[in-house]
């Protein structure tokens, strides 16, 4: 088996960014998709996801069996949080797998927690996102989204139910046909358009750097 391509890996890395200066939309005004609170914050930044992967967000949405709805957990995240995250990670193993150099300690975290200079939410190009019934009861999918204490989480994974595994197909086929890819190790993390997307899909260039600020709001939001 080919060993899994991570974000920190040079191939991703060295992808070249064509910025295409896309707007941010805040998905709090967007009634067609269900928003989902644990992980907001006081300047709505969850919230936001480029122009068009709103647009595959809602066409994939058509295309779940009847009854099932995307539940969208985080978009963009600031670059100085997602530093924040990959610092902590790397912290963490470098307590609980003491003695490895630098550069493993890159490696290793990038299996969960992507580099900041390349990180697809940085980008806005980033969604983690799960299911949900109409009324907004989640579907089991083998874990909960951002728990990566095992490798249950890993999308291909068979240590899940097959309940789990039937939901994981529904989400990962309408997300797959509208044009977004997976990161392997996490069932909840699809993106378009950043250097993950253009890896993986032969693209010459990612469409989309990161994003330093948050668009000035000009319209009223509907509550998530």
Not at 9 to 16: I, N
Not at 29 to 58: E, I, P
Not at 104 to 123: L, T
């Amino acid at each position: 088996m080919a060993e899994m391509v991570l974000l920190s890996d040079t191939a991703v890395v060295e992808t070249p960014v064509a910025e295409c200066d896309e707007c941010l939309i805040d998905l709090r005004t967007v009634g067609a998709l269900r928003l989902d609170r644990r992980l907001a914050d006081g300047d709505g930044a969850f919230a936001h996801v480029r122009l068009s992967v709103v647009d595959r967000l809602v066409t994939a949405q058509t295309l779940l069996p009847a009854g099932l709805r995307l539940l969208i957990v985080e978009c963009y995240r600031p670059l100085a949080l997602q530093q924040e995250y990959f610092d902590s990670h790397k912290q963490r193993l470098r307590v609980i797998q003491p003695g490895n150099d630098e550069a493993w300690y890159h490696r290793r975290a990038s299996r969960y927690i992507s580099p900041p200079e390349v990180a697809p939410h940085v980008a806005g190009a980033a969604v983690d996102l799960t299911l949900c019934t109409a009324d907004g009861t989640e579907l089991w999918m083998g874990t909960q989204v951002n728990d990566t204490d095992s490798e249950a989480c890993h999308t291909d994974s068979a240590n899940v139910s097959a309940e789990a595994a039937r939901n994981r197909r529904y989400l990962g086929d309408a997300l797959t046909s509208v044009g977004m890819v997976n990161y392997p190790t996490e069932w909840w993390h699809w993106s378009y358009g950043d250097r993950y997307w253009a890896h993986v899909t032969g693209a010459p260039v990612a469409r989309y750097g990161p994003v330093r600020s948050l668009p000035v709001r000009t319209g009223p939001v509907v509550p998530a």
